[in-house]
Antibody, heavy 118, light 111 residues
Framework: QVQLQESGPGLVKPSETLSLTCTVS????????WSWIRRPPGKGLEWIGY???????NYNPSLKSRVTMSVDTSRKQFSLELSSVTAADTAIYYC????????????WGQGTLVTVSS | QSVLTQPPSVSGAPGQRVTISCTGS?????????VHWYQQLPGTAPKLLIY???NRPSGVPDRFSGSKSGTSASLAITGLQAEDEADYYC???????????FGGGTKLTVL
């Protein structure tokens, strides 16, 4: 059974960089797209972007200038960096697997709450 | 403002049937991209409920069904149960965005 687990700081100061890592277990990281999705308090889900196991990325245009994703296939991990954060970036961040760009997200991490506050 | 539009809430009594709509545009659902549905129980991650417009992953009861027509899609739940009380999201691909788009979510209340 594929499992995803997010890790990283739960509190980030305004203007700093949010960094999260997702570790994949129980399955291969190859041949899949790996995505970050967030849910701000009281709001719906927002797609942040995805990275293919080869390193190809695609980001939400609204966040593109602040987002960097990377993948480490040897450690079966992929990561998210979101720079210059503000309170509007406070959200539950989920990592998820998607077989292809047009597919549904079939496996999700449990989510991690990141609060932006001084 | 979400790219896909869903009603904020729906409700129904146990045993009844409810539907949740998801309206998009010519750059997503109307362009022929598949619609997928998720169920998010309180405090948990979203769970894939319907994929490819109308397909159920293994383990999802056949009380849940999906359909798509034109620029819209619908999720139907029959034989409502208390455990169905959750938030439901639709998702598709948008060619203008170049990635996934979600609906704003619909909160289902079982009366």
């Amino acid at each position: 059974q594929v499992q995803l687990q997010e890790s990283g700081p739960g509190l980030v100061k305004p203007s700093e960089t949010l960094s999260l890592t997702c570790t994949v277990s129980g399955g291969s990281i190859s041949s899949y797209y790996w995505s970050w999705i967030r849910r701000p308090p009281g709001k719906g889900l927002e797609w942040i972007g995805y990275i293919y196991y080869t390193g190809t990325t695609n980001y939400n245009p609204s966040l593109k200038s602040r987002v960097t994703m990377s993948v480490d296939t040897s450690r079966k991990q992929f990561s998210l960096e979101l720079s210059s954060v503000t309170a509007a970036d406070t959200a539950i961040y989920y990592c998820a697997r998607i077989p292809g760009p047009y597919s549904g997200y079939d496996y999700w991490g449990q989510g991690t709450l990141v609060t932006v506050s001084s | 403002q979400s790219v896909l539009t869903q009603p904020p809430s729906v409700s129904g009594a146990p045993g009844q049937r409810v539907t949740i709509s998801c309206t998009g545009s010519s750059s997503n659902i109307g362009a022929g991209y598949d619609v997928h549905w998720y169920q998010q129980l309180p405090g948990t991650a979203p769970k894939l409920l319907i994929y490819g417009n109308s397909n159920r992953p293994s383990g999802v009861p056949d009380r849940f069904s999906g359909s798509k027509s034109g620029t819209s899609a619908s999720l139907a739940i029959t034989g409502l149960q208390a455990e169905d009380e959750a938030d439901y999201y639709c998702q598709s691909f948008d060619s203008s965005l170049g990635g996934s788009v979600f609906g704003g979510g619909t909160k289902l209340t079982v009366l």
